[in-house]
C-alpha cells in the first residue's frame, strides 16, 4: 500500500485465504482464526477503494485446479463490479461472492445512528492523515 500510495497509483492486494476463513473447524481452530483474521483484514480495509483507489479482496478456495483459481482471481482483480473488501468463496463448481449480514451484528435500539457515523468518520481522520502523508500530500485527502 505504501509503495502505491508514494507512486500516487491505484492497486489490488489479493490475500489469499480459504474456505476455514468462512466456517468453523473444532480440530482446526487455530488454523481457521487465520484465516478468519485474512478475511476480516480485507473486510475493515474495503474503504480503502473509494477512498484511496487500493481494493482489498480475499479468494477464499478449496482444492481445485490452478487455473480455475487463477482466473477467478483474474476476475476479482479486474472487475470493477468488485469493490474493496469482497471476498469470493472458489470451489469445486462454486464461484461467488460471499454475503456477510451486517444487519445481524449486535446493535441497541438505543445507538444513535448519525452519533456512530461521526466516531466513525473521527477515527478514520488519523489513518486518512497518515496515507496522506504516504501520498506525499500533507494538506489533506
Do not use: W
Not at 500510495?5 to 480440530?27: D, E, M, T
Not at 478475511?39 to 480495509?45: E, I, K
Not at 482444492?63 to 469493490?83: F, G, H, N, R
Amino acid at each position: 500500500m505504501r509503495a502505491l500510495l508514494s507512486k500516487n497509483k491505484p492497486g489490488v492486494v489479493l490475500i489469499v485465504s480459504s474456505v476455514a476463513g468462512l466456517r468453523s473447524n473444532y480440530a482446526a481452530a487455530l488454523y481457521c482464526a487465520t484465516k478468519h483474521a485474512l478475511v476480516g483484514f480485507s473486510r475493515s480495509m474495503g474503504p480503502a477503494d473509494e477512498d484511496e483507489g487500493i481494493k482489498f479482496s480475499v479468494s477464499s478456495e478449496t482444492s481445485l485446479s490452478p487455473s480455475a483459481v487463477a482466473d477467478a482471481m483474474a476476475e476479482l482483480i479486474q472487475e470493477e463490479k468488485y469493490s474493496g473488501g469482497t471476498v469470493m468463496q472458489i470451489s469445486v463448481g462454486v464461484k461467488e461472492v460471499v454475503k456477510f449480514d451486517e444487519a445481524s451484528q449486535p446493535a441497541s435500539d438505543s445507538v444513535d445512528l448519525a452519533v456512530l457515523e461521526m466516531a466513525k468518520e473521527k477515527s478514520y481522520a488519523p489513518i486518512r492523515e497518515i496515507l496522506a502523508r504516504e501520498r506525499g500530500n500533507d494538506g489533506g485527502v
